[in-house]
């Protein structure tokens, strides 16, 4: 018998897993704490691997539909010296296989594909605990409490179903992303739009970066690098817009000015966002009844892989819980030892990557990686935007 299986999160993991779990006719219930699916700005754009984020989709019966999301050209990468020089152009052919979508256009896709009354927005977690048997109790901040028989934590970073299973914490990683916005693009700002191309910009040194994205309708999504401590961003006062662009901008003095342009010239407040990442290798024994998965589970510096991941998770979770419906245990064991040397395969990769992007050979070291190996093109981290 599949016991009631209670989803904390609404994020594309979590949807994922509902949505899976839906193909097989098990029911489940998500719970997120916004308000309604519109409350929040979903973030950039997402490059779908097709290794892990395209075969969930497959799984959930929505690869046709994520298709028609795909924004044409925007694999096509270029990397910048400081001065505006071009150190390599690597255009979208069309046989990358990496598409780019909207992160909320794909996480409303989800949403969409799953029954009314799925997902219960509202619902704010402030508590969890075990209850014993395999059962678990959630309580939330207006006062409900649910009790269930398999508790999922897709409730990102910050989660609160980790506990139960975990004492890890997110840890600073060292470096912070501003980001800014503009946009109409071709129309209002086009030396940016000529600076930035089609797809992808980076312009990197060691210890700091300018990257940016076009997005749908001329959106070009600037994400500023820089490895600082969180005391130096503590002093910049980011609800004074204009203070806190001067000062960022003032990190990137001497760059070409169409390059810092995507900094000054922004449509939008900065947005402050410190990476924060749990240990690569982190896992945890067997608790009866509940698991994680995406960044409630394994956490790391954008990398290109987290949404991917995430809703490999969901699907993979999805369907060991479908092959054992009357084993949940033997379902969650499976998933877990699984997940755990997948994601910590990505962390690990993800943190050799920003050595190429940020140490001291910047920006040569991912120069030689795109050119030794263009399939890794992908792999930079773009388009992961997430409050962490």
């Keep these: 018998m599949t016991p009631d299986i209670t989803i904390i999160g609404a994020g594309l993991g979590g949807l994922t897993l509902a949505r899976v779990l839906h193909v097989y006719g098990i029911a489940a219930t998500v719970y997120e704490a916004e308000p309604s699916p ?3 700005h979903q973030g950039g754009m997402l490059d779908i691997h097709d290794y ?9 019966g929505l690869i046709d539909e994520f298709r028609d999301l795909i924004l044409e050209g925007r694999e096509a990468t270029r990397v910048l010296a400081t001065d505006g020089t071009v150190l390599l152009e690597v255009p979208d052919d069309g046989t990358g296989g990496r598409p780019e979508v909207q992160r909320g256009e794909l996480r409303q896709l ?10 219960r927005w509202g619902h704010k977690v402030s508590r969890t605990r075990a209850l014993g048997e395999s059962r678990h109790e959630v309580t939330f901040a207006d006062g409900t409490i649910v009790a269930t028989g398999l508790l999922v934590g897709a409730d990102g970073a910050w989660s609160r179903v980790r506990p139960l299973l975990s004492d890890a914490a ?4 060292g470096r912070s992303v501003v980001e800014t916005y503009l946009f109409d ?5 086009p030396a940016g739009a000529k600076t930035v191309g089609g797809g992808s910009l980076f312009t990197l040194a060691p210890g700091k970066a300018i990257m940016a994205h076009r997005e749908s309708g001329g959106t070009l999504h600037t994400y500023v690098t820089l490895a600082k401590p969180q005391d130096w961003f503590a002093q910049i006062d980011f609800t004074d817009s204009a203070a806190a662009i001067a000062r960022t901008a003032q990190e990137f003095d001497g ?6 342009a995507l900094i000054t010239d922004s449509d939008t407040a900065p947005i402050l966002r ?7 290798e982190h896992r945890w024994d067997r608790v009866p009844g509940v ?5 409630a589970a394994h956490l790391s510096i954008p990398n290109g892989e987290g949404a991917n991941l995430a809703m490999y998770d969901g699907a993979e979770l999805g369907k060991a819980i479908a092959a054992h419906l009357g084993d949940v245990e033997t379902a969650l064991g499976e998933y877990e030892q699984a997940m755990f040397p997948r994601s910590a395969e990505a962390a690990a990769d993800g943190a050799e990557l920003y050595e190429l992007m940020f140490g001291d050979s910047a920006p040569h070291g991912l120069i030689d990686m795109f050119t030794g190996d263009k399939t890794m093109a992908g792999d930079v981290p773009r388009g992961e935007s997430r409050a962490v």
Aim: aromatic content about 4%.
């Design 255 to 260: 760059w070409a000015p169409e390059i810092t």
């Design 274 to 280: 410190p990476l924060n990442a749990l240990p690569i």
């Design 38 to 40: 519109t409350a929040r």
């Design 110 to 119: 989800l949403l969409d594909s799953l029954p009314a009354g799925t997902v």
């Design 52 to 60: 892990n984020g395209q075969p969930a989709l497959r799984e959930a």
């Design 291 to 295: 698991t994680l998965l995406g960044d």
């Design 170 to 173: 997110p840890e600073y990683s």
């Design 185 to 189: 693009a071709d129309t209002r700002h």
